[in-house]
C-alpha cells in the first residue's frame, strides 16, 4: 500500500491496484495504490480513510477483463458483485445475506453501465470467463472490495475500468503488454471527469 499526497475533504481520492496503471495519472489529487486483490484493496482504503480525513470522493481506476466479445474502451461500473463468494450458500447456513451485489451511481448513456464481477482470481481461461458472462460483461480484483469499504465510511465512488484483456487464455500475457496503454486512457478519462479541485 502506498499513499501518493496528502488527503483532503474537498479533493477526489484516486484508487488504483498497482502503479502501471497510475504510471499516466497528472495533477494534484492524491492516489492511493492497494495491491491487487480484494484484501489489499480493503486494507488499503480502509486504513487511509480510516485516518480520519475524507475525500470528496473516491475514484478507483483500474484495468478489467471482458467477460463478452467486443467489450473495449473504458466503461463506469453501475453494479458490482463476487464472483467467488458463495452467498446463497452463506445465507442458507447463517440467515444472513453476505456480498449482496452493490449499485453505484449513474453510469454510461441511459444511466445503465456494465456490470463488475470482483475475486480474487485473475480469470485468465475460457471456461471461467464464459461462467462469469452469464453474470457480468467485466471481471477485477479490486472493485467490490473498494465498493463495500467506500459505502460502508459513507464516501461516495465511481469504479472506472479500462478493458485490458478478454479474460481468456491468454489474458496474463496481453494484460502485460496493454497495461501501458490501458493507463494512458484511465489518465485521459480521469480529466476529462474528476475535477481536482
Known amino acids: 500500500m502506498e499513499l501518493i499526497g496528502e488527503m483532503s475533504p474537498g479533493r477526489p481520492l484516486f484508487v488504483l491496484a498497482v502503479k502501471e496503471e497510475a504510471a499516466e495519472l497528472r495533477g494534484s489529487a492524491p492516489v492511493l495504490l492497494t495491491g491487487m486483490g480484494k484484501v489489499n484493496a480493503a486494507a488499503a482504503l480502509a486504513g487511509v480513510l480510516g485516518r480520519g ?8 481506476l ?4 471482458a467477460l463478452r466479445p467486443g467489450w473495449t474502451g473504458t466503461h463506469v461500473i ?4 463476487q464472483h467467488d463468494l458463495d452467498s446463497r450458500l452463506l445465507a442458507g447456513l447463517t440467515g444472513e445475506v453476505y456480498g449482496a451485489p452493490i449499485t453505484l451511481g449513474e453510469g454510461e448513456g441511459e444511466g445503465e453501465g456494465p456490470v463488475l ?10 471456461a471461467a470467463r464464459d461462467r462469469l458472462a452469464e453474470q457480468a460483461a467485466l471481471v477485477d480484483m ?11 465510511a459513507g464516501v461516495p465512488i465511481r ?8 479474460a481468456g487464455d491468454g489474458a496474463a500475457r496481453t494484460w502485460r503488454e496493454s497495461v501501458a496503454a490501458c493507463a494512458v486512457e484511465l489518465a485521459r478519462w480521469a480529466e476529462r471527469n474528476v475535477p481536482s479541485e
Open 159 to 166: 469504479l472506472v475500468k479500462h478493458v485490458s484483456d478478454d
Open 78 to 81: 453501475t453494479r458490482v458483485i
Open 53 to 60: 480525513v475524507l475525500p470528496r470522493e473516491i475514484v478507483n
Open 142 to 152: 479490486e472493485g467490490y472490495a473498494l465498493a463495500h469499504v467506500a459505502r460502508q
Open 62 to 65: 483500474g484495468t478489467a477483463g
Open 117 to 126: 464481477a470482483t475475486g480474487d482470481s485473475f480469470i485468465s481461461d475460457d
